[in-house]
């Protein structure tokens, strides 16, 4: 008589191929908890990416679902994050063709599932700064919210995600370009927006804790421009600490 | 992370009563409406995040209902072992939202590092149970409370199993200490598929283990009974849910509905079909 383990074993192989054996009965009803895998591993990749899905159509993101889950298959008993690696198997699958965009609409839809339920720290206000003298501000390191994600994709991602908030929503022109983005979490939802191209290498060095001057420079950020800028993060509440760089020891 | 004592909210016992499960469409209403149940049941993996609508919305609500902490991703038969990471995150939210009652299954869920994300039967056999007991004792240790384990619906039937489903219960119960959640509709629906004796299962359990009872509606598929929780619980399942109450007693009763869910009202309303079971069992007693 098998063991547990070999009969789980072989339990297993045949949820994963229908023609291997295993010794109940009747084998034939094994396709339910066949069917029930494959469908609870859809319904968590279909929760995750309702965009990717609803441009796609039903039965193309259910091929592609079967295909990422036989190279990912779960490896939790935690469904939620089944969707970890599927836009880079969208990479690795459709290439460089002509949806290759639909890699970085996964990344803004795996950036909104982690926004979900991450915490929001109180924000600070643009007042917080008057702790600090004006000559130091170049040496400040913003504390961003640890839940903003920034995007920036070769492809108008961010004006896809948005334009199919409903089902039937018209193609986007993918000739639009590149576009910049960050998804951020709310009270009660979880924000996609476009940004610039130099507020995104603003808050990417800042969320890389480089102190505002080296932040500034890597985005050619102007002094006129600061304050608007500064203006922006504070009022999003994406500020959640401010901190003196400390000065490296100096030798003799 | 905030616990809820720290607020003054004591975690409670759960009563003898009918409570309805914690679904992520009713937050609002639930919230708002506050309908009178006994208590309300939450799946514990959707709150092991530290943050975000649906654990505040279980914080609100918890204030409000006792809590029976239901978990379907242990998988406590697997003979690859538990997941000690998805372990501690159970009782991280057993920490954070101090339920009354903690229940998992009788079943396994993964094989060669591969999860199914479904409640796989096991075989009634001496060394699943053996093997079951042992990973519900060392997770109740973990946990630091009783465990109830559920009874699962199965379609399918092992050729070697040499113990009837429950006797092997009973083993487990009696190794590891835990109780049982019993799912009347889980019991109709394994008779059904597999041509056990439904009442029989009932009478051949230990009087004294069962601490909460599920009921169900299911589906017919192709001949087999599907344990869908889409529908209405039928006539049949409230009949064995008598049997149940009165050989375990009252105890506090879910009725599930976690696909097709319809309006809070209706699901209170089929809540209260169990409760004025409950209450006909109480009034038996008195």
């Known amino acids: 008589m098998a063991s547990l383990r070999e009969l789980q074993r072989s339990f297993a192989a045949a949820l994963r191929d229908p023609a291997v054996a295993c010794a109940v009965l009747p084998p034939a009803n094994l396709a339910i908890y066949r069917n029930n895998a494959r469908a609870a591993f859809l319904a968590a990749l279909e929760l995750t990416f309702p965009v990717v899905r609803r441009r796609v159509g039903d039965d193309y993101f259910r091929q592609l679902a079967a295909h990422f889950r036989e190279r990912a298959p779960s490896r939790s008993g935690d469904l939620h994050w089944a969707g ?59 504390g961003l919210q640890p839940a903003l994600k920034l995007h920036s994709s070769s492809y108008p991602v961010i004006t896809v ?92 | 992370m905030t616990r809820l004592a720290t607020r003054g909210v004591p975690p409670g016992p759960i009563p003898a009563r009918a409570g309805i499960g914690l679904r992520s469409v009713h937050h609002d209403a639930l919230l708002e409406e506050r309908p009178d149940v006994g208590f309300i049941e939450a799946h514990t993996e959707n709150y092991f995040h530290d943050g975000g609508a649906a654990v505040r919305a279980l914080e609100r609500a918890r204030s409000n209902y006792p809590l029976s902490l239901h ?20 009782r991280a939210a057993i920490r954070r939202f101090e339920p009354a009652l903690v229940s998992e299954h009788a079943c396994w869920g993964h094989a060669g590092g591969e999860y199914f994300n479904d409640l796989l039967p096991l075989p009634a056999t001496e ?27 199965a379609y399918v039937a092992f050729e070697h199993a040499t113990l009837s489903e429950w006797e092997f219960l009973g083993d487990v119960v009696a190794r590891s200490g835990c109780a049982l959640l019993l799912d009347v509709n889980n019991i109709f629906v394994s008779a059904q598929n597999l041509g056990l004796d439904a009442h029989a299962y009932i009478s051949g359990l230990p009087p004294a283990c069962v601490r909460e009872i599920h009921v169900a509606g ?12 889409g529908t209405q619980v039928c006539d049949e399942v409230w009949e064995l849910y008598r049997l149940a109450i009165a050989r375990f007693g009252p105890q506090p009763t879910l009725v599930e509905w976690d696909n097709n869910i319809p309006a809070l009202a209706t699901l209170v309303a089929e809540s209260r079909r169990a409760q004025i079971l409950l209450d006909q069992r109480h009034g038996l007693a008195a």
């Open chain 1, 84 to 142: 970890r690696d599927f836009a880079a198997f969208l990479d690795d699958y459709l290439g460089d063709g002509d949806y290759a965009w639909l890699a970085d609409l996964a990344r803004i839809e795996w950036s909104r599932a982690e926004c979900s339920v991450a915490v929001a720290l109180p924000a600070l206000s643009a007042t917080a700064l008057a702790r600090f003298a004006a000559q130091d501000f170049e040496h400040l390191v913003f």
């Open chain 2, 218 to 229: 299911h589906e017919r598929n192709a001949g087999v009974l599907i344990d869908s929780h």
């Open chain 2, 71 to 90: 978990g379907v991703g242990l998988g406590l038969g697997s003979a690859d072992g538990v997941d000690r990471a998805h372990l501690e995150r159970v």
């Open chain 2, 127 to 153: 060394e699943a149970a053996r093997l079951l007991a042992q990973q519900v004792s060392e997770a109740q240790d973990f946990l630091g409370v009783q465990l109830l384990i559920e009874n699962v619906s």
């Open chain 1, 161 to 252: 995600w948005l334009a199919n908030q409903t089902e039937n929503a018209p193609p986007v022109d993918q000739s639009l370009g590149c576009e910049f983005g960050m998804v951020l979490p709310r009270a009660d939802h979880t924000e996609v927006r476009p940004i610039n191209e130099r507020l995104f290498l603003f808050l990417s060095a800042l969320q890389s804790a480089l102190p505002l001057g080296d932040a500034m420079t890597r985005a050619a950020l102007e002094v006129e421009a600061l304050t608007g800028a500064l203006e922006f993060i504070f009022s999003e509440g994406l500020v959640s600490s401010l901190t003196l760089k400390e000065s490296p020891p100096t030798t003799s």
